[in-house]
């Protein structure tokens, strides 16, 4: 029972501070409008310090990549939520300032970058083999959620507040999350299972192939989700859907997309599959749902929305699972790899497909993106065949 409350408590601690790296840009997003108008800016402008926030992540990760095991599981913890509590308490101490935001932006995406491959290390440190797939997933699915409830309440509270109070309130959230982990989880040790990192990841030429592979197919998978988010109201809106369709189409959709995310780790809990092939299943037929994007139709819209948000957008956690499953030794050098390629995707996600559009209009727009969805899983299928095979050695 004591060990049930305290792998809870260590989820809950998890799932904060995972929020809390993931609201700076989140509320940058929702108040957009509130900041373009505020600093003077245009909507192009807005996009490229999101887009800081976002490649900022993606080379962190990366670096990252080659000293978060050895440095242990708190200590990584400590660093990212510093960075996630500053970036929010910047942009609320001056959010007049098109830099400051920028430099904020910046800090946040490299909390975010060390966040999650940290608290999944704490997870697999403290959680066991069996309930790992389960933990991970209800982690990632939780992102969403909180994205979801921000974006409902945060333009009221700026509304009747200032734009500042959500990122002060935003700010509160990590320190929270890191104290709930930390009391469930202070009787752990910190210790890596591998103390030279570099033997273990760098030193063994198939982790390092597979684990290279799956960062460049994580990439290339999120383009999709990064498309959706930037691009799929302005879609919409491009095939004349009304303003009510298209929320029931967000709404179905969004609600889609953390199913799967639940039930996938569910599905690899009891049938103690690697997690891979279910992975390559998401993101090929969440591809194909992308291709109905760019038609008229309401009824294809929804369907190709839900199957793109759900599935094409329902694996970041079934593939943190099967990363670190696969190189047990380095679950957050596995980790680091797959946020890095993921956080590159949703930059590039929206500027590929923008400029796509601008040459050759939506239908060839979003038919590109899914087909780059569906070369994914080829990737994902090719990094497998590395890593499974240097695990079953």
Known sequence: ??????????????????????????????????????????????????????????????????????????????????????SPLVVAADSGSRAIVTAAMLVGGAGLAIMIPATNLALTRTTPVESLAVMVTLKQASIPIALLASGALAPSLALAASVEWPFLLAALVGPVGLLLLQIARCGCGDQPAVVDVGDDVRGRRRDLQGLATLGVATGIASLLPGALTGMLALSLAASGTSATQAGVIYGVANAAGIAVRLLSGLYAHRTGTDGFLPVITLMAVGGIGAMLLGLDSVLLLLV???????????????????????????????????????????????????????????????????????LAAVGVGVARTFLVADAAG
């Open 1 to 86: 029972m004591i060990a049930r409350r305290r792998s809870l408590g260590a989820l809950i601690g998890a799932i904060l501070l995972d929020v809390s790296a993931t609201l700076p840009i989140g509320l940058l997003g929702v108040l957009a409008v509130s900041f373009v108008a505020k600093l003077g800016i245009s909507e192009g402008q807005m996009a490229t310090i999101v887009a800081t926030f976002f490649l900022a992540g993606a080379v962190v990760a990366l670096a990252s990549a080659r000293f978060l095991d050895a440095l242990g599981w708190r200590r990584s913890l400590w660093i990212a939520t510093a960075m996630s509590v500053s």
């Open 304 to 374: 190709g929305a839900v199957i793109a948000f759900g599935l094409g957008w329902g694996w970041p956690g079934l593939l943190f699972f099967a990363a670190m499953r696969a190189v047990p030794t380095s679950p957050a050098a596995a980790s680091a790899v797959v946020q890095s390629g993921g956080m590159m995707g949703a930059a590039l996600g929206p500027v590929m497909l923008g400029a796509i559009v601008t040459q050759s209009g939506w239908v060839i727009g979003w038919l590109s993106v899914g087909a780059m969805s569906v």
